[in-house]
Each structure stands twice: as structure tokens, then as C-alpha cells.
């Protein structure tokens, strides 16, 4: 027999109980369907494939789906979609295996369409500044090809993810300040339904700078992790690579000294690109790691982008704010060498902040309030830390409202990581009493399910719902994602 | 000193394609693919550029031989800094066989009549790997060279060159006029800008063909056949170590 029993238990756990030898004839048939369409190399039983299919980068354990798709082209996706749908499989798709909530969990078991093999960059129109990718181009490959037009996609989630994963994810980054997120650089979708429909969320081609035809389905798409359908093609918004970029760090004696800086830079018109803040603790880990002797107090990396003449002045301008909020020590730099030095401490935090603790792993958390709350919140914060003897230096998208606290834990220490557990429960809570979301850039994959409950409420949850209901009523996109199972 | 700097850049294939070859085996698939500056002219353009910005030369001069569609090649070096481009045009059967021979020939002649100071190129292009130009341009006008550069420097009449080498890193004085050969180390070329693309639309380029310069474009090669190289097959899995052994005898590798 081609299968293992563990396979032919796994891939009919959603389905109603049937009889031992119309399982398998069913199950053998679906996999036979799928080779037709994806070629003999394009499915995959091996333990080893499934397993990096079943995880990504966040501490969810791996549940490998039961079976490996790779289609090279949206008909292949389509077609292996209907014969899922026939036989009641759940569908997940993969991009990079990158996220950070485990929405790559196979936690129903069934077949993973892992898209890496569809990588073709279309349709590029320089003059209208979109682009349209395959879910194969990742964001680094994307600039890369497109080095020599002057253009870039400035979303920088910091990973090399698949750009149609960032756009399921509604991905963000340190320049959202300026550049925006997903919402508002996707364009337009193709996408697959759960029943193999193919669909252009703006209509096919279309790439109008602005719209209002019809319901917004795009950004319906953007961020529902895969829960909706499979993104096949993402037409994005591409900006100029800037002709200058200056770099500049500032010390301040408190987080509110620092975030009042932040706001009254972005309220004086300085078109920031990026602003990020680093607490005591993580400028202290910095320091220790990059053998750095930044003073360790809270600490502002800035970057700006222009021309020449106007960095001079948006430099000039945010030096003055900074020092008439009590900063100290600014410090800037415009050629690549010294600016990557004056940003090494935030280019190296995340192992910064692991290598307090060797042998430990690493976790992000992820909350986003309104920017006025973010003092309050980051020091409320800090003495939850202190008091449950968590470490998690604090790493935050200042402009943005948005903060990580890196959460260096043991592992093997169950009762240390119950701590952090509730720790990142009552972290996500306290964002939401201050009108703040418990997910600012992640998702909310597996884990924040009932957080997204508490912040939505039960109506527009419902509402939620309903449209699941109508895409994928059969429940087989990504199951166990974003939405909780309902009650019956 | 003229302050001038010739520098050569190749359009290749793009680095992230995947390359295929033709069904009659007489070469790759150039059509509709997507090309782009070798990378190692890059690093090239990107040396002569920071020269003359520390004000130690006072011209780029970027050059490249090949069709109509080397003049993209040229714009990119312009926005990147370039000050301005010549393009020797060749075509057909001759671009078919143009290779470091017939290049390094071209670039002599210019390096004479640009009266060139410097000419930083590439290490190799990554379509033939050949790693030739540079040595036979500096043999062609008995100039000193340093090639796999990752380091230049210039003083005064000479320039210092740390080369990569097999043991490790040489490192040389050569008088100038000299040749010299980026590595990958040398540094690391700047993106473009839009503001510099459009900037660049109204820097010049020089046209003229081979024989404007005296250039004979004779090949003495031909390509008899190109194939891929063989298809990667599956590896066995064995049981034990006494399996493991037998597999290898039979292979004959022990």
C-alpha cells in the first residue's frame, strides 16, 4: 500500500466516519488526482516535507498537513482545489513558512498547497508604479529584480516572506510610518476559493491607482491568513527608491520623553520613513552583544528619505524636537558604512535579546495602540515584567503605536512559559482597554482566536463569520485559523 | 593625469533567471529573458563612482559593446554616477561571437583615444565565466594590472590593490595607467534611484561601431554545442552498513 495508516487516519479526520475500504480507494484516488495535475515530483508524502510545511517561525509546534501540494501555475491551484473540495480536505496554503502565529499549521490535518514553484514576476508597468507577483517572488527577490528601474516595495516585515503571504497576513514593517502596510499597497488579488473559483478581487488586470467600484474585496482578502482563499497573484504598489537616506540615534531620559519626540516629529510634517524604539533593557543586550556603549536609557533610531536638500531639513527639525524633549546624544550619518553602524544595535536585537539568555528561545509579541496610550502602556508594561521575572526587552514601530517585547524563555521550562503565556494574555488585554489591537502585524493565527473575540465583539465577529460562511462554507480554508470554531 | 576612468559594463542575463538551453543545443535562451548588468561590473561602476566622489578622478566614462539594448546597460551605470557612456554598437552574428578578445581590443583602442587614467572592469561575466578582458586589455597596451580587486586605492601616480588570492590576500603596487579587476569583496554597488534614473536621461552616449576604432572582430572560437549539466538523480536509501558498503563497491568508489 502506497500509505502509511497514520496518513489514512489523519487525511479523513474531518470527514464522516466511512468504511475502512472506501477510505482508502477515496484517499488513493485524491492523490492520484493530484500527480495528474501537479506532476509526479509535485506531491509529496515524505515525512520530512510535510514537517516544513507544518511550521513556521513562532513557537506553535509543528502539525504537519498530510500531504504537499506544489502546483506550478493558478490552474494547477484551482484544479487541486475542486478535488479537495470534493473529498472534504482542508486546504492550507504555504508562502515562506515565515509567520509568526502559526497559521501554517495543519491543525486538521490535509493537503498544504505550498506555492514557492509559482515565482514568476508579471507584468511590471514602471510608469504606473504596480507590479504583479506570483506567491513564489519574495520581497527581497522582488527589489532585486527590480534594481534597475529605480523602483522598490518598501514593506520590510524584516523576514524574506512571499509577498502574496505578507499580503494574507496584511504584513507590516519599520517603515510603515511612511510607506504604509499591505492594506494600503495591495492593488489587487487573484484568488482561489475553497471550491477552485477563481477570482480577481478588483477585476483581471486592473490596477487603477484609486477606485470605488463595488465592495472593497481586496483588502477583504488582505490579512484573512489564508482563511478565505489561496492569493495566487498580488498586484502591488511599487514607490522611487529615495535619492538620499539619512540615519540618525537619540538617547532619552524616559519612554515619554522619547514618544512625545515621535509624535511631535510626524505632527510638524517631517516625512519620517522610519522610527523605532528601543527600551533600557534591550539597549542594554544591545551593548553587550555588539561589545556598543550606547547609554542605556530609552533610545530613538530614526531614518529619513528625500532629496539632499530636504534631509537637511528634516534632520534639522527633528534634532530640535529631540532636545526640547530632554534628548541627548543625536547623533547622524548619511553614507551607508557609519549608518548601518548607528543602526546596528536595532539591526542586531532580536539575537541581541536571545543572547541574554543562551540556550533560550525567543518569542515576539506583537500589540499596537493609539500612539498617546503607548507611554503608559510600554511602563505598565515593564513592571509587569519585573514583577514576574519575565525577560523581554522591548522593541517598538514608535510611529506606528506598535511595540514587540522579545520574550526570552527556557523552553524546557513549562512553568516559566505558563508565565509568559499569561503574561502575552494580559499584555494583548491591556491594549485592548486602551483602544489599542492585540495584533498590530502578526495575525492572529492559532493563538489569538479569542483575543480577536474580546477586541472585535460578538457582532462583528458574527459578521466575520458570515462572510466565512459564504466563501468557504464547508470550513475547509486553513481551519482553526482567525476565527474560533462555532458552537453548534 | 587625465583624472578619466573607462570602465566596461556587460549585459548579461539576469542573475535570478533560470537559464535553459535551446532545443538544438547551439546555445541559451536569450529571448524575452531578462537581463541586466553583470554583477561584477556592478561592483565595477560602483568603485569608479566612490573614486570620483572622494575627488581622486575626475571622469566615469562607462562603455559596453553589444546591440541597441546595451544602451540600458549604459543608463543604469549613468544613474549609478557615470558621468557619461559609449556605446560600441555590434550586432548579429558578430555579437553571437563577440568575446574577451575582441572586447579588450575595443577597450584599448578607447582607453588610447580616451586617454584613460584607469580602467576598472569585472572580474568575469556570469554568462561565459571567461575572467580574460582585463588581462588581455592591460597585455594589449602593456599596462600594469591588478586584478580580483577587493581593495583600491589610489596614490598619487600609482594605486594599491589588495587582491584576492588562493592563500589569502596579495597586495600590490602598480603604476598607472593601469587595469583593474573588481572582485565581489571590492564593495557594494548602490541601487539606482528613480531621481538618478531621470537624471540620467540627459547624460550622453557616444555610438560608434568597431571599425570606427580599427577593430577587427575576427573570432578564432566556435561553440560546437552547449548542454546543461546532467540531471541530479535521486539518492538510494539503505537499510545498514553492510548495504552502505556493498552500494559503494558497486559504485567503485571503494
Known amino acids: 500500500m502506497l500509505l502509511g495508516l497514520t496518513h489514512r487516519r489523519c487525511l479523513l479526520k474531518c470527514r464522516s466516519v466511512k468504511s475502512q475500504t472506501t477510505r482508502s480507494a477515496v484517499v488513493d484516488s485524491a492523490l492520484s488526482a493530484f500527480r495528474s495535475i501537479c506532476g509526479e515530483d509535485g506531491v509529496s508524502l515524505a515525512a520530512a516535507v510535510r514537517e516544513q510545511h507544518g511550521k513556521d517561525e513562532s513557537v506553535h509546534r509543528c502539525r504537519p498537513p498530510d500531504v504537499v501540494v506544489f502546483p506550478r501555475c493558478v490552474e494547477e491551484v484551482s484544479a487541486v482545489a475542486k478535488v479537495c473540495h470534493k473529498h472534504d480536505f482542508p486546504i492550507i496554503p504555504f508562502g515562506t513558512g515565515t509567520g509568526l502565529e502559526g497559521g501554517v499549521g495543519a491543525v486538521k490535518g490535509g493537503v498544504c498547497f505550498s506555492l514557492r514553484n509559482m515565482d514568476q514576476v508579471l507584468d511590471l508597468h514602471q510608469e504606473d508604479f504596480d507590479v504583479t507577483v506570483e506567491p513564489g517572488v519574495t520581497r527581497k527577490a522582488l527589489n532585486a529584480y527590480l534594481r534597475d528601474t529605480g523602483l522598490w516595495f518598501p514593506v520590510d516585515p524584516g523576514a524574506d516572506a512571499s509577498l502574496c503571504g505578507m499580503a494574507a497576513t496584511s504584513a507590516s514593517g519599520t517603515n510603515a510610518v511612511r510607506y504604509g502596510t499591505m492594506r494600503e499597497n495591495v492593488l489587487n488579488l487573484e484568488v482561489v476559493l475553497a471550491d477552485g473559483t477563481i477570482v480577481h478581487t478588483a477585476g483581471k488586470g486592473r490596477r487603477p491607482r484609486k477606485t470605488s467600484a463595488g465592495y472593497n474585496l481586496t483588502n477583504l482578502f488582505v490579512g484573512s491568513e489564508g482563511t478565505l482563499g489561496i492569493i495566487t497573484k498580488t498586484t502591488l504598489r511599487l514607490y522611487g527608491i529615495p535619492e538620499s537616506m539619512v540615519s540618525a540615534i537619540c538617547s532619552f531620559p524616559s519612554v515619554q520623553a522619547a514618544v512625545d ?7 510638524s510634517g517631517v516625512p519620517i520613513a522610519r522610527i523605532e524604539f528601543l527600551d533600557d533593557v534591550m539597549i542594554d543586550a544591545c551593548n553587550r552583544f555588539s561589545s556598543l556603549s550606547y547609554p542605556v536609557t530609552p533610545t530613538l533610531f530614526l531614518e529619513f528619505h528625500g532629496s539632499e536638500r530636504s534631509l537637511e531639513e528634516q534632520v534639522n527639525t527633528a534634532e530640535d524636537i529631540t532636545q526640547s524633549n ?64 519575565l525577560t523581554g526587552p522591548i522593541a517598538g514601530h514608535v510611529g506606528d503605536g506598535n511595540f514587540h517585547c522579545l520574550m526570552v524563555v527556557d523552553p524546557d521550562d513549562p512553568e516559566e512559559l505558563h508565565r509568559v503565556h499569561l503574561f502575552t494574555e494580559r499584555l494583548a488585554r491591556r491594549a485592548l482597554a486602551m483602544d489599542g489591537t492585540c495584533t498590530g502585524e502578526h495575525g492572529v493565527g492559532l493563538g489569538k482566536r479569542a483575543l480577536l473575540c474580546e477586541e472585535l465583539g460578538h457582532t462583528s465577529i458574527q459578521v466575520m463569520q458570515g462572510l466565512k460562511d459564504a466563501l468557504d462554507p464547508k470550513n475547509l480554508m486553513n481551519p482553526e485559523k482567525v476565527l474560533q470554531l462555532r458552537r453548534v | 593625469m587625465s ?22 543545443n547551439s546555445g541559451i535562451v ?49 544613474a549609478m554616477g557615470a558621468d557619461r557612456g559609449i556605446h560600441v554598437e555590434v550586432t548579429g552574428k558578430d555579437y553571437e561571437a563577440l568575446g574577451p578578445l575582441q572586447v579588450s581590443k575595443i577597450m584599448a583602442a578607447l582607453a588610447k583615444k580616451e586617454d584613460a587614467q584607469l580602467i576598472i572592469l569585472g ?18 597596451l602593456d599596462w600594469p594590472q591588478g586584478t580580483f580587486a577587493s581593495e583600491v586605492a589610489l596614490e598619487g601616480d600609482k594605486v594599491k590593490v589588495v587582491r584576492e588570492i588562493d592563500g589569502g590576500l596579495e597586495t600590490i603596487k602598480i603604476n598607472t595607467p593601469a587595469v583593474v579587476t573588481a572582485d565581489l569583496r571590492l564593495n557594494t554597488p548602490r541601487y539606482a534611484t528613480l531621481p538618478n534614473i531621470m537624471k540620467a536621461k ?53
Not at chain 1, 519626540?261 to 505632527?267: G, N, P, R
Not at chain 1, 548607528?342 to 500612539?371: E, I, M
Open chain 2, 123 to 140: 572580474k568575469q561575466a556570469i554568462d561565459d565565466d571567461c575572467n580574460q578582458t582585463g588581462q588581455m586589455t592591460a597585455a594589449l
Open chain 2, 30 to 78: 536569450t529571448d524575452g529573458v531578462k537581463h541586466s548588468m553583470n554583477p561584477f561590473c556592478e561592483i565595477a561602476i560602483e568603485e569608479a563612482v566612490k573614486l570620483k566622489e572622494k575627488k581622486l578622478i575626475k571622469e566615469v566614462v562607462a562603455v559596453s559593446c553589444g546591440p541597441q539594448q546595451s544602451q540600458e546597460t549604459i543608463r543604469t551605470a549613468l
Open chain 2, 202 to 254: 540627459k547624460k550622453k552616449i557616444a555610438n560608434m561601431k568597431p571599425a570606427d576604432l580599427g577593430v577587427d572582430l575576427t573570432s578564432r572560437l566556435e561553440v560546437l554545442r552547449v548542454d546543461e549539466p546532467p540531471q541530479r538523480q535521486a539518492g538510494v536509501k539503505v537499510e545498514t552498513v553492510e548495504d552502505l558498503v556493498g552500494k559503494l563497491k558497486e559504485a567503485g568508489t571503494i
Open chain 2, 3 to 24: 583624472g578619466r576612468v573607462l570602465v566596461g559594463v556587460k549585459r548579461v542575463i539576469d542573475y535570478a533567471v533560470k537559464i535553459r538551453v535551446k532545443p538544438d
Open chain 1, 326 to 389: 530632554g534628548g541627548s546624544d543625536f547623533q547622524w550619518a548619511r553614507d551607508p558604512e557609519t549608518r548601518n553602524k548607528l543602526w546596528k544595535a536595532r539591526h542586531d536585537a532580536w539575537y541581541a535579546a536571545q543572547a541574554l539568555r543562551p540556550g533560550c528561545k525567543a518569542y515576539s509579541t506583537d500589540v499596537c495602540v493609539p500612539l498617546s496610550q503607548l507611554p503608559q502602556i510600554i511602563v505598565e508594561t515593564k513592571e509587569d515584567l519585573i514583577e514576574n521575572r
Open chain 1, 261 to 267: 519626540s515621535t509624535v511631535q516629529i510626524l505632527q
